[in-house]
């Protein structure tokens, strides 16, 4: 989640995504005795997940840039960045208001009535509140409480057509 992100993190990498039209959502960082994992993801300003693979790769090398001139990542790691995607992550605020309607899955950092994991319609994100339709029932989800989010991309017959002549 956008929340966790440390600082110090968010204070190199934002500067480089702002300078290209970008924002950043997420950040997974794993690190082991051995190597380290740095995933980012990054959206447009306009938040429809459509970024272009040029902005990507530009992001990609800045980051790199930064994280190694700081001396960030110790060692060995490999840094992915990447938009959205289809199953779009829901790391902030913003993506959850823009995401109403979507089918969604959730997890929770503790259970809440009874279970972490969530799967139906987000409702409503109002008051820092996410509301989940599951099984006909409506949840609502502190925001502080989401572990991580993500949207259920819904196939239809349109993604498997061919291109218009």
């Known amino acids: 989640m956008y929340r966790d992100i440390p600082d110090d993190l968010r204070s190199l990498v934002e500067p480089v995504l702002h300078d290209l039209g970008c924002e950043l959502v997420d950040v997974v960082l794993r690190r082991t005795a051995k190597d380290g994992l740095l995933r980012v993801v990054i959206d447009n300003v306009s938040g ?31 840094l992915e960045v990447s938009s959205p995607g289809l199953d779009r992550v829901l790391a902030r605020e913003k993506d959850f208001a823009a995401s109403v309607g979507e089918q969604v899955q959730l997890q929770t950092r503790r259970a809440i009535e009874g279970r972490r994991k969530f799967k139906g319609t987000l409702l409503a994100f109002e008051d ?11 949840t609502s989800i502190p925001f502080e409480a989401i572990e991580k989010a993500n949207t259920i991309y819904q196939f239809s017959r349109d993604d498997f057509a061919g291109a218009p002549d």
């Not at 820092?128 to 409506?138: K, M, N, P």
């Open 48 to 78: 429809d997940g459509r970024v272009a693979i040029d902005s990507i790769e530009a992001a990609s090398r800045e980051i790199e840039v930064q994280l190694d001139a700081a001396d960030y990542m110790t060692g060995r790691y490999r």
């Open 128 to 138: 820092e509140h996410a509301v989940v339709e599951v099984d006909g029932q409506h």
